[in-house]
């Protein structure tokens, strides 16, 4: 929801909410997990590899297979 999609006209994007994380001290596990409303435990420890989803690429734990189950510690 954040990537402007031409298809939608002028429709408003959604940011991510929070600040972006200090790049001089990244957070451990992904850089979003603490201001992403789906994070799960294992966002804060393990940064997510890049993995084909649908038609692009998404780094995320909640869209790989063994963890579509889980409920996000953050909702």
Known sequence: DSIPNPANGKKMIRPIPGDPPNLVNRPSGCAFHPRC????????????????????????????????DKVAVNA
Do not use: K, Q, W, Y
């Open 37 to 68: 409303p789906s994070a799960m435990a294992i966002c804060a420890t393990e940064i997510p590899s890049l993995d084909n989803f649908g038609l692009g690429r998404v780094a995320c734990h909640l869209h790989r297979p063994s963890h579509e």
